[in-house]
């Protein structure tokens, strides 16, 4: 396949129709979808290291340890956790009817919804592909994948994992830019999972508003981290330090900016460095840090940089380069300090996805709270420190998408934990059990029995009906 290659327009709506038609003429029972999950657990586990050459050769340079951390563990772990679960989420559940219902029988059943749109976003190109693809796949539905156009070489890679496991009438890809997107979002499909920024997850959601097609919509924002009091400094920042700078900090899900204590500021800052140095003694021939995945992007995070500059910001990196020019050429941007932005600042306006970490202080935790509240609800919550109190009046005040405690990013990697958003961050879920419903419709079922007192319960209401409705209306 050229990795150029761009589905022309006139061919999304046959290749829904060719899924849509495969799936009503036969719907995947348990032993089918459990087959091919299994089969792309094979396969894949197969070309882990050719998929992250493929990754890696898409953002320039991609840290090999953290495309399979992040987009090849976390894939299987997924796909061993349907594996495991899948007949059980299959089995109807038995509900109550109430006694004055009885002797009715009730039930719901998840049952698949036919064919499953996932547009997926270029950050984590594999993980955010074939996760929300198989969850579907173990729902019951066929999958038309739209992958970002950001990652030819990635995308060329799912294109031949998946035909390799799949027929074309269950997994369909469609490749291309913001037309061929654009088209897609706008096809009478059963559902759409969109994972991406907030303006184009608007566009998305507009998109399928004329078919009322339902939507998952995994967006980001600004997710802060919130620094205790009390909270152990070098394990705090080396934790902060994770979250911020895995993938290049291009991760939804990364801490975007900090608030702590004033007087503990400079304490933080210094941890900061000291753990940076410890992991990038040279940055610029390390195999480990990520670059930022192309140039708008990268001029868009040096930008944010120059701009606090101009507002007399103080701006600290974390490494020093020795060749600028040769850096700036890579696109390796060194982790980078914004002390104390004000909310105009453009580095506090957008989400970074980026390795610039703002700082903000603050001296009472009321402060840290009001904050929070005043802006879009985040994607991810992070709070440090062994104050229980503290921990509880944050969760308690507070709505975010997900919360992580003494922890950066590791609550997506929990199989059992719902994913999703809130607000401008996104609507709806996935992951385990959580995506499989998501992916299907809970079909209530009640089942009356042959002999019932509701036989009797109509016109005229004179006599023993009504001595039953007074007796229903205790």
Avoid at 16 to 28: M, S, Y
Avoid at 135 to 161: D, M, W
Avoid at 435 to 454: D, E, H, N, V, Y
Wanted: net charge neutral.
């Amino acid at each position: 396949m050229d990795i150029a290659a761009t589905t022309p327009v006139s061919e999304l709506a046959p290749t829904l129709h060719r899924l849509r038609q495969a799936w009503l003429k036969q719907r995947p029972d348990y032993q089918q979808r459990r087959d091919d999950l299994q089969r792309l657990r094979k396969a894949f586990h197969a070309r882990l290291d050719e998929m992250a050459a493929a990754v890696s050769a898409d953002f320039g340079h991609r840290s090999t340890h953290e495309s399979l951390l992040a987009d090849g563990m976390t894939v299987l772990a997924e796909l061993d956790h349907m594996i495991a679960n899948l007949r059980r989420w299959m089995r109807p559940q038995r509900r109550g009817v109430g006694w004055r219902l009885w002797p009715a029988r009730a039930q719901v059943r998840h049952v698949p919804l036919g064919v499953v749109a996932v547009i997926g976003p270029w950050n984590y190109p594999v993980n955010i592909s074939l996760v929300p693809l198989a969850t579907a796949i173990a729902a019951g539905n066929h999958v038309y994948l739209k992958p970002s156009e950001y990652n030819p070489r990635t995308n060329q890679f799912l294109c031949e994992l998946l035909a390799e496991v799949f027929p074309p009438d269950r997994v369909a890809v469609a490749l291309g830019g913001a037309d061929v997107a654009a088209a897609f979002a706008a096809l009478p499909f059963d559902h759409i999972m969109f994972t991406g920024s907030t303006s184009v997850g608007r566009k998305i959601m507009a998109a399928a508003a004329p078919n009322l097609t339902p939507v998952t919509l995994e967006l980001g924002g600004k997710s802060p981290a919130v620094i205790g009091s009390d909270a152990p400094m070098d394990t705090t920042a080396a934790r902060i330090t994770t979250g911020k700078l895995f993938n290049g900090g291009q991760t939804c899900i990364a801490p975007d900016y900090v608030l702590v204590p004033h007087a503990r500021r400079d304490e933080f800052v210094q941890a900061l460095r000291r753990e940076v140095a410890s992991r990038y003694p040279d940055l610029e021939s390390t195999s480990d840090y990520t670059t930022i995945i192309n140039e708008p992007n990268y001029r868009r995070l040096r930008g944010y940089l120059d701009d606090a500059r101009e507002r007399g910001l103080e701006v600290i990196p974390l490494v020093e380069l020795k060749d600028a020019q040769r850096a700036e050429a890579r696109r390796l941007l060194p982790p980078t300090l914004v002390i104390e932005p004000g909310d105009d600042a453009k580095v506090m306006q957008d989400e970074i996805f980026g390795p610039i970490l703002p700082i903000r202080t603050y001296r009472r935790f009321d402060e840290v709270i009001d904050y929070i509240n005043a802006h879009d609800r985040p994607l991810a919550l992070y709070h440090f420190g062994h104050d229980s109190a503290e921990i509880e009046r944050l969760l308690g005040n507070t709505v975010a998408g997900g919360v992580c405690v003494n922890e950066t990013l590791l609550q997506y990697a929990c199989s059992n934990l719902p994913f999703g958003g809130v607000g401008a961050s996104g609507m709806g879920h996935y992951h385990g059990h959580d995506g499989f419903i998501t992916f299907s419709k809970a079909m209530p079922i009640l089942r009356q029995a042959r002999w019932t007192l509701s036989d009797k319960l109509k016109p005229p209401y004179g006599g023993f009906p009504a001595k039953m409705l007074k007796l229903l209306l205790r």
